[in-house]
C-alpha cells in the first residue's frame, strides 16, 4: 500500500559520546529536521534552510538514496519522489545532522510504502549507513541510548532522561567532518585507558539512568577519543578542564565536533556564567561560535499528519 498524500516527519538532532560512551551513548536534543516524501511523477526537491544549502537536488542526494534502499528491501517501487525538507540542525558540527537524514529517509519511506519494516531493521540499516549507531539511535528512538553494533545489528535501550537535565551547546562558525575528526584517533589503546573509558561510561550510563547528576562530573571523562581531537578544536581542551568550575555538571565534545556540549542542571544559578565562559574562551582562539540552550527530546523520529492546503514550509513554522 503506498500512501499516495505523502508523509511528513520531524526528526530531533543528537549529540553522540556523551564522553567517554565512544561509539556507544547518544542523546537526542529538541532540534529538529523536518522531511517530507511523496509519490511523484518525476523526482523534485524542495530544500529549505540555510542547513540544506549545497546538498545535492537530484538522484545522488542521501535522502533519495536511503529512501530507495528501504522499497528496495521491501520489494516496493516508488522510483519518482518529490523531497521537502526544512532543517534547524547545523551541518557537520557534531549534532547528527546526517543521522537526522538518514533516520528520517528510513522513517518516512518505510512509513510511505505501509510500514513494511520494524523500527530494529530501520535501526539496523541506518547504522549500516552511519557506522555507529550512536546518533541514529538517538534520533530513531529518542531520550539517552546506550547501543551496540555487531557490524550487522544494532541493539539499543532507551533510558528516560533525568527531567533537571538541560544541555548548551556550544556551535563554532567552522565545519569538521568525522571522517577526519576519526582520522585523528589511534588504531590501538593502552589497557589503562581502555578501562578508564569502560567505568566511566559505565557509571555515566548509571548516573543518567538513575538520576544521579551528581555523579556526572566524576564519570563524564574519556582518554580514547577527546585527547586526540583537542588539536582540532582550538580551546576544547580548556573546555573539557573547566567548564565543571563554572557550572556544567560535565562537558564533553559532541559527537566527532566541533561543537561542545554542557550538562547543566535546569536550576543552576550559574548559566550564564557558563555560556560566557564557554563563548569566551573560544572567543580567544578566534572563533566564534553560536550557544543553545537545548532539552534532551524523550521522542526519536515521529510522523506528522499531512495537512492538506498548507504548504511544507508553513506548517513548520508554525510548529
Ligand atoms: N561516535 C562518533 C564519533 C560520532 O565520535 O566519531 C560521530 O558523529
Given amino acids: 500500500m503506498i500512501r499516495e498524500e505523502g508523509v511528513c516527519v520531524k526528526i530531533p538532532a543528537s549529540t553522540a559520546n556523551l564522553g567517554p ?7 537526542a536534543l529538541d532540534l529538529y529536521a523536518w ?22 537536488s537530484d538522484k545522488s542526494n542521501l535522502i533519495y538514496q536511503v529512501a530507495q534502499s528501504v522499497f528496495k528491501r521491501a520489494g516496493v517501487k516508488v522510483p519518482e519522489l518529490e523531497i521537502s525538507m526544512y532543517s534547524d540542525i547545523p551541518l557537520t558540527r557534531g549534532l547528527g545532522s ?13 512509513l510511505l510504502i505501509g510500514e513494511p519494516l520494524t523500527k530494529d531493521e530501520l535501526f539496523d540499516m541506518a547504522t549500516a549507513l552511519e557506522n555507529h549507531p550512536d546518533n541514529v539511535g538517538a534520533s530513531l528512538y529518542g531520550g539517552i541510548i546506550a547501543a551496540v553494533w555487531d557490524g550487522t545489528h544494532a541493539t539499543a535501550l532507551k533510558i528516560q532522561p533525568p527531567a533537571e537535565l ?13 571522517s577526519l575528526a576519526r ?9 589503562q585507558d581502555v578501562v578508564f573509558n569502560v567505568s566511566h561510561a559505565s557509571l555515566l550510563t548509571a548516573a543518567l539512568a538513575s538520576g544521579r547528576l551528581d555523579l556526572i562530573s566524576s564519570a563524564m571523562k574519556d582518554r580514547i577519543h577527546q585527547p586526540y581531537r583537542a588539536q582540532l578544536v582550538p580551546g576544547m581542551a580548556r573546555i573539557l578542564e573547566e567548564a565543571p568550575s563554572h557550572g556544567a555538571l560535565g562537558v564533553a565534545l559532541s559527537g566527532a565536533g566541533p561543537t561542545l556540549l554542557a550538562l547543566v542542571e535546569e536550576d543552576s544559578s550559574r548559566q550564564a556564567e557558563l555560556e560566557g565562559f564557554l563563548t569566551k574562551v573560544l572567543a580567544e582562539e578566534g572563533i566564534s561560535a553560536k550557544t543553545l540552550w537545548l532539552r534532551p ?13 498548507v504548504s511544507f514550509m508553513k506548517r513548520i513554522k508554525g510548529e
Avoid at 183 to 191: D, G, N, T, V, W
Avoid at 297 to 309: D, F, P, Q, W
Wanted: glycine content about 8%; charged content about 15%.
Fill in 21 to 27: 560512551g565512544f561509539d556507544t551513548l547518544g542523546m
Fill in 35 to 56: 522531511l517530507e516524501l511523496k509519490p511523484a511523477s518525476e523526482t523534485v526537491f524542495r530544500l529549505y534552510g540555510d542547513h540544506l544549502d549545497g546538498l545535492p
Fill in 98 to 110: 546526517s543521522a537526522s537524514a538518514i533516520v528520517g529517509a528510513l522513517y518516512a519511506a518505510n
Fill in 166 to 178: 538541560l544541555t548548551l551547546v556550544a556551535i563554532p562558525d567552522f565545519q569538521l567532518s568525522t
Fill in 183 to 191: 582520522k585523528a584517533l589511534p588504531e590501538a589503546f593502552r589497557m
Fill in 297 to 309: 527530546c524523550t521522542e526519536g523520529v515521529v510522523e506528522l499528519a499531512m495537512l492538506n492546503n
